[in-house]
């Protein structure tokens, strides 16, 4: 019997359970430890990649400069979200025009953000995965 197929136009349909169950079948690992939301636009991301033919994407530019010691450009523009499993948790940050949205509440650095989930000393940037 074949596995069920999931189309783009049934993603909202899931509920945590099936978008756990989807995210592995997808991505062959565990689902991250993020809200419903986010685990559905990564489900929808995967069909779009698979849909239009796209086997394996490709890694960006400025990805594969990291691992050769280039510095990559932190230019964060307002409205990207920065998102970090921490400790089987899913935080999701926010840049806004003058600094960062965590919470509901408003920060100036990310350093802060990263201090207040770990309850230690961190580099914000290196936390979230960014050039330091």
Known sequence: MAKPRLDLGSVDDLNLAGAKEWWVRLYREPAPSLSLQLLKFGIAYRIQIRAAGISEPKMPRRQRDRGRGKPIPRNLAPGTRLVRDWHGVGHVVT?????????????????????????????????FGLPA
């Not at 003058?98 to 580099?123: D, P, V």
């Open 95 to 127: 840049v806004v025009d003058n600094g960062f949205e965590y919470e509901g509440r408003h920060w100036s650095s990310l350093t802060a953000i990263a201090r207040a989930i770990t309850g230690g000393k961190w580099s914000g940037p290196r936390f």
